[in-house]
Nanobody
């Protein structure tokens, strides 16, 4: 059974930084792409970033490009999201997910296992 556990969320002022982590167990981590999604209050969940199995391909939502960096450490079965220059609009619950393939997709249907989420609040 695949388990994903996010950590690193919290309260930060606008302009600050946070680093989210996603630890994965129960699956051959290095074979699959991973992604981050977020859901703001009153909104649907949206794509944030994705990374291929090797880390060689990374995709970002336009809203976070240049501010967020996705990475992974296959030896540690862990994925990261470094978030810089945070804005109040980044306030959301952030979810990590494991894809059903090695490709870094942007759509929820491409992911078959999800974490419980970690809350990020950015104050103005």
């Amino acid at each position: 059974q695949v388990q994903l556990v996010e950590s690193g969320g919290g309260l930060v002022q606008a302009g600050g930084s946070l680093r989210l982590s996603c630890a994965v167990s129960g699956r051959t981590f290095s074979s699959y792409a991973m992604g981050w999604f977020r859901q703001a209050p009153g909104k649907e969940r949206e794509f944030v970033a994705a990374i291929s199995w090797s880390g060689g391909t990374k995709n970002y939502a336009d809203s976070v490009k240049g501010r967020f960096t996705i990475s992974r450490d296959n030896a540690k079965n862990t994925m990261y999201l470094q978030m810089n220059s945070l804005e109040p609009e980044d306030t959301a619950v952030y979810y990590c997910a494991v894809a059903g393939s090695s490709r870094a997709g942007r759509f929820e249907y491409q992911y078959d296992s999800w974490g419980q989420g970690t809350r990020v609040t950015v104050s103005s």
